[in-house]
């Protein structure tokens, strides 16, 4: 019997949050009193996973699996978990390991909790903490199956090193038809993305037109951040779909979250409260998202942010 | 075609979340209940397939007899009929299970399903539905164009879009970009009084086990007062990213 904890990678690295996942499976498998696998699909630098206390990796290189492919990925996700014993099976809140999951749960007739925030309470029954309402609430689950399936928030445990003798072994699923094929994929190499982030800028209808957004890139740019807006922002063609956060956009749980030119409605506010500490920079000092905030500036962005630009530069160079 | 859009009852995005029953149940006090956000652009897309492809669009809910204002508003958006279960929605697998069970019995060949309902979040749904009929599934679809018995759509990746080819049967889990925001329909004087005509049909549930159970909610501890820095003085901003919040 093992924990099983599926480690993404993203063209053949492994990504931040997969040392977070195997960091939070570590802390499980000690209270179950049991060992970690990790399943890594096509990721080249596995050997950092020894210091997230993981004990066994399985290895699968695939030319099939090369795109992402929620199915075939589900496949052999199952196959390593029958073959670790596993009954416990920690996934991340990427967009892929949200996809695959549901599907998962039914082939291993597991019980799947997501947005996890915590490690589990009690382990017999398994009982976790989760967000709901869109962070608006907290809810205590249990699960009750013979296997579980948690699905762990973005940034909620963090990274904890914890150094394991590693073994590794190749793994060659068995996989069936695939159904979906991917054509394309359009997204920018360069960028760090929301769900990825540390940082995240973000920017609404206060910066008054899509031609004022140098500056937010900018800001970004220094930080190592990611770029967001409010979803009017993004509804009148300002910003791309993908960069709408809030209830109805993605979710942010980011260490640091900029907020320029947002008022912090409701709906807003509920997508992006799971972030750690809140700047609001906003010239209206009634404005509603400074009750939610760590710190704020009133001012005009149009003066505050490149000024803030300058005297990061000056910070980042000492 | 035939096309099932799954249509989840959730409190309004502006709600005030509390809970009764010492903790225990979601106080539906005071609360309006709209269609699920990500449901709504579902539905809309399938009223396009009804327009310009022709097809059949039936409206789906796992609830008591409480969500049925909101399956009538969906017949008054255009839809044709509406199914009902009559069980509470527990959990998503519970959901998804009674779903791909009327799917089995009515052969649908595409089922719009929201990507998460903006209540319980669980984001199951329609990958267990996919599953449990065994369809082809797109999660976080952001466009669908259905051309015989192929499928073309877009779906929302971290950090971009994927484009993916696939065939009916089809299962998406959609959100904004299905159609446009301005798009959206809102029921009008006579869609509402044709909605009173539609079937909605009341079907028992079948037996089935939840794997999972809610023992109880909280909210989240009060925020602390914000720290104002002056316009002025943005090096104390920096300062207190870095040396206080550590976060720069
Ligand atoms: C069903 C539903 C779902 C929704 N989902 C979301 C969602 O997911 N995400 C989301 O963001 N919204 C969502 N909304 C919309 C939400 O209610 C707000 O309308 C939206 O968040 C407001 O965006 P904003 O803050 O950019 O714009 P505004 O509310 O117009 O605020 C602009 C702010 O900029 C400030 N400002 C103006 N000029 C300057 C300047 N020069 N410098 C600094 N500050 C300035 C103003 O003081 C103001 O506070 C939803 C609404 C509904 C009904």
Redesign the pocket.
Known sequence: MSVLVYTESDQGVLKKAALEVASYAKAIANKLNTTVTAVAINANNTDTLSKYGVDKILNISSTELENFNAKGYADALKQAAEKAEAKVVVLSSSANSKYLAPLLSINLDAGYVSNVVEVPTEVAPLTVKRSAFTNKAFEIAQINSDIKIIGLSNNAFGLVETSADTTTEDFTPALSNLGVTVDAVDKASDKVTIADADIVVS??????GPENWGMIEELADVLGAATA?????SDLGWRPHGE??????KPVATNLYI??????????L???SASKIKVV????PE???FKAADYGVV????T?IPELITKLKAFKAQ | MNILVCISHVP???SKINFTDNDTTFDTNGVQF?IN?NDEFGLTRAMWFKEKQGAKVTVINVGGAETEPTLRKALAIGADAAIRINTAATDGLTVAKQIANVIKNDNYDLIISGRESIDYNGGMVPGMIAALIDANFVNTCTSLEIDGTQAKATREIDGGIERITTSLPLVIGGQKGLVEESDLKIPNMRGIMMARKKPLQVVEPIESSAKSNSIKFEKPAAKGAVTLVDANNLDELINLLHNEAKAI
């Open positions: 920017a609404g209808r206060g910066l008054k807006c409010s979803k009017p922002v709408h956060v809030g209830q109805t956009g907020a320029i030119g947002i008022s912090g409605a409701i709906q807003h509920a997508g992006v920079i906003n010239t209206d404005a509603p998202f001012g005009d962005a149009f505050v | 309004d995005t502006t709209v956000p």
